[in-house]
């Protein structure tokens, strides 16, 4: 059963950086595609990227575009995101999700079609 924690979530500055990670455990990341997902508080769930299984593409939201990326380290059983350049509109719960099927099985909020879900972690973006 897999079972996924985030963390790395913060306070930071407009501008600045943060990397989230998804430790995964119960079942490796290499036969999962992962998505990282936001809430904003009274906003839908939304997708920010999704990582295809082989970790060799990574589907991203326009509104990310140019500014996260997603990585996974099989050896760490991790999955990373990366933002930078980052926005007060950034300022969300970030989560991490997967499923067994494909990033292109996007059955749209507030699932997204994924399958195992953490509990989040909270990113705001303030001077």
């Known amino acids: 059963q897999l079972h996924l924690v985030e963390s790395g979530g913060g306070l930071v500055q407009p501008g600045g950086s943060l990397r989230l990670s998804c430790a995964a455990s119960?079942?490796?990341?290499?036969?999962?595609?992962i998505g990282w997902f936001r809430q904003a508080p009274g906003k839908e769930r939304e997708r920010v990227l999704c990582?295809?299984?082989?970790?060799?593409?990574?589907l991203l939201a326009d509104s990310v575009k140019g500014r996260f990326t997603g990585s996974k380290d099989n050896v760490q059983n991790t999955v990373y995101l990366q933002m930078s350049s980052l926005k007060p509109e950034d300022t969300a719960n970030y989560y991490c999700?997967?499923?067994?099927?494909?990033?292109?099985?996007?059955?749209?909020?507030?699932?997204?079609?994924?399958?195992?879900w953490g509990k989040g972690t909270l990113v705001t973006v303030s001077s």
């Open positions: 999700a997967a499923t067994d099927r494909s990033c292109y099985s996007d059955y749209g909020p507030p699932y997204y079609g994924m399958d195992t």
């Open positions: 119960g079942a490796t990341v290499d036969n999962y595609a």
């Open positions: 990582i295809i299984k082989s970790g060799s593409e990574t």
